[in-house]
């Protein structure tokens, strides 16, 4: 958009109708932010006097003191910082839904929130039906409560727009900054969510799984949450050892525990096997390559002596596979540890608020002493919470 019409714009509709029909043409995408010049905008609101002569005299050395000071102060100079502010925060926006090769979302149930520190409520399961004679009354069933207690946190950065960006129109800088700064937001919610999915932080004290409000480690080596298969499982007979993530037997060892060991904690009755079908396997970049090939591959061999026979692959397409290079940096047994089930089912992001954008105008103590134009904020407020132990099975790997 070019300075004169931008001018022209602002002139016919008034500075709130220009910032109205902006936001409109934004909206239905017939404009996008890089279609702005934040040099020609400040022109057309009359808050760049001086930057033409200086500009024209090719005096880019020149000091830039109040360059950005208004010819006609009022509403042009605050309409200025609002529409660049609606423009920056837009950018900041896109770089956050720039999930490539992010995983979080695969990972958990977004649950929007208003309090933060919720109690999730549940109930163990009941014993389950019983025979019922003619003319007979039904029993009573009985359960106790259990729940568990979400933790939030907020994140967010500032950017700071100084003058010479906007006087030496270095749009396209102003822009990649935003993005940039949108993108490592949406960088920190990934990471949060992969380590609290790994549990990698229960060592420090920072717990994903909180029982009636107490931290607990989630993947127990003992066994006794029903979601450990490795060395150290008392409760298991026959799953105590490490499994390395080879091939298509590894996964059906993983998915024998689950289907055997998996149980629900009744308050009366034998416990039973809890039908909760696999959908993702979760591994290290390490072994990103190979649990591709066991998912995807149509066909395994299988050689005895000097014979080879061709099968079907019996886990092709049963899978989804995810990966992060936040469960390499945990180093040591993390990068052979990998996990299997249904992460949706038992993992919940609770989102007290999106993530928001706001701006600072000009009239900062940062304005004075950096000449600053104005400063847009972004942030977040959620965190990761593991609703139940059964829905994911983390697999010793060494």
Request: aromatic share 8%.
């Amino acid at each position: 958009m070019q300075g004169t019409s931008l001018s022209t714009l602002i002139e016919s509709h008034g500075p709130q109708g220009f910032y109205h029909k902006v936001c409109e043409l934004l909206n239905e995408k017939r404009i996008t932010p890089d279609d702005f010049s934040y040099y020609e905008l400040a022109d057309a609101c009359g808050v760049l006097p001086r930057l033409r002569s200086i500009r024209e005299s090719a005096l880019v050395d020149a000091p830039l003191n109040h360059l950005l000071s208004e010819s006609n102060p009022g509403v042009n100079a605050a309409l200025f910082q609002v529409v660049t502010g609606e423009l920056i925060g837009r950018k900041v926006i896109e770089g956050y839904r720039d999930d490539s090769g992010f995983i979080g979302d695969r990972l958990v149930t977004v649950m929007p929130s208003r309090v933060r520190n919720a109690r999730i409520a549940g109930f163990t399961a009941l014993a389950g039906p019983t025979e019922v004679p003619e003319g007979h009354a039904y029993e009573e069933s009985t359960f106790s409560e259990k729940s568990v207690t979400s933790l939030e946190s907020k994140q967010g950065r500032i950017l700071s727009i100084n003058e010479e960006l906007i006087a030496f129109d270095q749009t396209g800088e102003i822009n990649r900054r935003a993005m940039a700064l949108g993108y490592t937001l949406r960088q920190e919610r990934e990471r949060t969510i992969v380590r609290g999915v790994t549990d990698a932080d229960a060592s420090s004290g920072r717990h994903v799984y909180r029982p009636n409000g107490v931290g607990q480690q989630l993947y127990k080596t003992n066994g006794s949450y029903r979601n450990w298969s490795g060395v150290g499982n008392t409760t298991s007979t026959g799953f105590t050892t490490a499994v390395p993530l080879v091939d298509w037997t590894d996964v059906e060892f993983a998915l024998r525990y689950r289907a055997t060991q998996v149980i629900d904690d009744r308050v009366d009755g034998t416990p039973r096997p809890v039908v909760i079908p696999a959908r993702q396997v979760l591994v290290p970049e390490a072994l990103r390559g190979t649990a591709r090939s066991i998912v995807h591959s149509t066909e395994i061999t299988v050689t005895s002596g000097d014979n080879s026979t061709r099968f079907a692959n019996p886990v092709h397409g049963q899978l989804e596979v995810l990966s992060s290079p936040f469960i390499d940096e945990q180093g040591g047994q993390a990068v052979n540890d990998w996990f299997i089930g249904d992460f949706r089912r038992q993992f919940l992001w609770t989102e007290i608020w999106p993530l928001q954008t706001f701006l600072q105008r000009a009239e900062s103590e940062s304005a004075f002493e950096r000449d600053v134009v104005l400063r847009v904020k972004a942030r977040y407020f959620g965190g990761l919470s593991a609703i139940d132990t059964l829905c994911v099975t983390k697999v010793d790997g060494a």
